[in-house]
């Protein structure tokens, strides 16, 4: 993984005696809430409902052994022993004090990490392919890039004040496992004609408050000018983006504004300017980067582990969990293991201070040392040998992490919602647990497949619903707290915003809600069809009939 | 008087900020600085008299002025609230697009923890919002020894840091 030179550690270390000064400054009076409020996001700190929180970026996702000992520390000495990883995959932590946050973020500093970014109006943390560098489906590996545009991001002294947060996902597969045609810029990696790298541009996608599949701007742009145009996408949006109203200051807003094709060319006059400038990224720099995501020392392996076979064939629980949990590697003999942090009766995303100090000794033994965060709130070891898959198992179901869900129902995707957010019409959480313990019938759910479920508290949409298969969006009604639900959702390259089914539920409705949306596509659904397939093939009318009927 | 950050020290301000020019009205003969639509309606006269400066909204569009960065003092940048950031790319956009040499500064809601970030877009001189400490304002415009982007200031980190040559073809 890349590895912080002096310039980049210099970089930290100076952001850290910058917020400590913010931080003493407000203290002492001498910035007013208001004038802190800015400064304080910019670096991941939210005034919350019962104290801060604080976000701490973990670029694309991707975290070594010693960085997830520390988030583990982070947890135990300023936080309750626990930290959150959001659909951003970051980490939260929901009960730091504001005047320890300096001390936090130095520490984080000595493991080259930081919260530089992770909130404001500003480029926020770069997402990217949680399966990145093991994939067999990949162009090229996105990590030298998401990397480059780390950096780019990093205090790019034009842009720190956008209209809104912007958000930039990437991906170097073929599918897309960062759902980037719901981002502000979603990048794919693809070849020329001459087969030379390059990306695909997608802009204006989004969800919250208005969601949007967003649009291809540029088939493929050469990799060397990534950054230009991005200086023009960003230059664009900084100039025009609108500012009078918050709810319309998102990129995807102007884009469909200007629409996109003439949004399309303002970009393409403003990167006329800068094309081929100082800023064109020479392959010099791209194989530095690249140099810091070489393969590890994998070992030659036949692909076909005999034990591995056995212990499927002769051990059920092990069997369902390989299914579920376990995806292919793109070097034989190898795997790529999904630790599930959904288990029933813990908030999906939430992992224990032990849990991720053991975590972290287990991708020591078993993966190379580095792990990544998934944006459905999961941790994945990329290079497990198949021979060593039943003794990891193992060792995750005494840990907690081995629930055998992902893609399935109770793989919820679920924001912290009204239990921690101030910004919440509605809890998230304990909708999300009555859901898990409804559906406890590990046969049932292996038998309906892959659903994804995505709650949101409120429309902010942190919990992805307008993607999910099913989506559940926490709503006020004369402060009451309600649930409004859309099917037919998908995240991927077919991205598509979920349809309303109809008026909200109250909360002890919705196992039952579910069910019923259940019930009627097992009586609908063809052989090997998905959920959101027969959504898709019969519409939405039959399950809004069978909800409501028995509802109302 | 206003106190004008300018060249690492805290100076008295010699230009006078007109915020509002009424049509027809009589210009004072002491340094101002002009709102765009003032300086344009009064152009050939105002460039004639070599002490009148404009400033410009976030939303005006720094390309009116192209035939008048060779003659202009200076060119005020205004942000009327701390986080509207248009201005800085106002500021890049004026030194980079349109070769603008001349005074470069910000007014308006400027406090100190934007002063790096201004610095790095192209502005020299910097009016702090009314109270504000200006020894703490000199200081942050050191909150960072250096950067990864390219910038007004220095060619992106990549380009200095012996991993790759000076962009020999780079169009300026």
């Not at chain 1, 170097?172 to 794919?188: C, E, F, K, N, W």
């Not at chain 1, 020392?297 to 212990?311: C, K, Q, V």
């Not at chain 2, 192209?122 to 960072?144: E, T, W």
């Amino acid at each position: 993984m890349y590895r912080y030179d002096a310039f980049d550690q210099r970089v930290v270390d100076e952001r850290v005696a910058q917020f400590r000064d913010q931080t003493r400054r407000f203290l002492a009076g001498e910035l007013t809430e208001d004038e802190f409020r800015p400064l304080r996001l910019q670096n991941g700190l939210y005034i919350q409902k019962y104290a801060p929180m604080l976000r701490v970026a973990i670029p694309y996702g991707l975290l070594s052994s010693r960085q997830l000992r520390m988030l583990a520390h982070i947890g135990r000495k300023y936080d309750k022993g626990y930290g959150h990883f959001t659909t951003r995959q970051n980490m939260q932590f929901n009960w730091p004090r504001l005047e320890e946050v300096p001390d936090i973020l130095a520490e984080l500093a000595a493991v080259e990490m930081h919260a530089i970014q992770t909130s404001g109006n500003c480029v926020r943390n770069i997402t990217s392919d949680h399966f990145a560098g093991a994939a067999g489906d990949e162009v090229v590996d996105p990590r030298p890039y998401n990397e480059l545009i780390r950096q780019w991001s990093t205090f790019h002294p034009e842009f720190a004040y956008l209209p809104r947060k912007f958000k930039i996902a990437i991906t170097g597969a073929t599918t897309d496992r960062a759902a980037i045609r719901v981002h502000d810029i979603g990048l794919q990696a693809v070849r020329g004609d001459e087969g030379d790298i390059g990306f695909r541009v997608v802009v204006g996608g989004g969800l919250g408050r208005t969601p949007i599949v967003g649009h291809v701007i540029r088939e493929f742009l050469p990799r060397a000018e990534i950054l230009n145009y991005l200086d023009a996408i960003l230059r664009v949006y900084n100039r025009f983006g609108r500012r009078d109203n918050m709810y319309k200051a998102r990129i995807k807003i102007l884009v469909k504004e200007q629409t996109p094709a003439i949004f399309a060319q303002h970009v393409e006059a403003e990167w006329e300017h800068l094309r081929g400038g100082e800023a064109t990224v020479p392959d010099e720099e791209i194989a530095r980067l690249a140099a810091h995501f070489t393969p590890p020392p994998y070992e030659e392996l036949s692909g076909d582990d005999a034990t591995f076979r056995s212990a499927v064939a002769d051990n059920r629980a092990f069997a369902n969990w390989v299914r579920r949990n376990v995806f292919p590697h793109k070097v034989p003999g190898y795997a790529i293991v999904t630790l599930s942090l959904k288990k029933t009766g813990v908030p999906p995303g939430d992992a224990s201070s032990d849990q991720m100090d053991t975590a972290a000794d287990l991708v020591d033994a078993y993966s190379f040392g580095e792990l990544t965060v998934s944006h459905e709130q999961n941790l994945i070891f990329t290079d497990v040998r198949q021979s060593q898959l039943l003794a990891l198992w193992s060792e995750l179901k005494d840990l907690g992490l081995a629930t055998p869900n992902i893609g399935l129902l109770t793989d919820i995707v679920c924001c912290p919602g009204g239990d921690f957010c101030s910004l919440a019409n509605a809890k998230s959480i304990p909708i999300a647990e009555a859901i898990q313990r409804r559906f406890d019938d590990l046969d049932y759910l292996h038998d309906l497949g892959e659903i994804d479920l995505n709650i949101s508290g409120c429309m902010n949409a942190c919990g992805h619903h307008h993607v999910g298969h099913i989506g559940v969006l926490g709503v006020d009604k004369n402060g009451a707290e309600w649930y409004q639900v859309t099917i037919g959702g998908t995240q991927g390259e077919h991205a598509t915003i979920g349809k309303v089914i109809g008026p909200s539920f109250a909360a002890h409705e919705m196992p039952d809600v579910v069910a019923r949306l259940l019930d009627i596509y097992v009586e609908l659904r063809h052989e090997d069809e998905r959920f959101v397939d027969t959504v898709r093939r019969v519409g939405i009318d039959p399950f809004k009939e069978r909800v409501y009927a028995a509802a109302h | 008087m206003p106190q004008l950050i300018k060249g690492g020290a805290v100076i008295d301000d010699r230009w006078i900020l007109l915020r509002e020019v009424a049509a027809g009205s009589v210009m004072p003969q002491v340094p101002v600085i002009v709102p765009l639509a003032a300086w344009l309606g009064a152009r050939d006269d105002l460039r004639a008299r070599g002490d009148v400066g404009v400033w410009l909204s976030p939303a005006d569009d720094p390309a009116l002025l192209t035939r008048d960065v060779a003659a202009l003092p200076v060119i005020a940048v205004d942000f009327p609230k701390f986080a509207d950031g248009r201005g800085y790319s106002t500021g890049r956009l004026l030194r980079e697009r349109f070769s603008y040499s001349g005074e470069l500064r910000a007014i308006g809601d400027i406090a100190r923890d934007q002063m790096y970030f201004l610095h790095q877009v192209g502005f020299d001189a910097y009016v702090l919002r009314d109270g504000k400490d200006a020894q703490g304002a000199l200081a942050s415009l050191r909150d960072f020894s250096d950067g990864y982007q390219q910038s007004n200031r220095r060619t992106p980190w990549f380009r200095r840091s012996g991993v790759a040559a000076p962009n020999a073809e780079a169009k300026q």
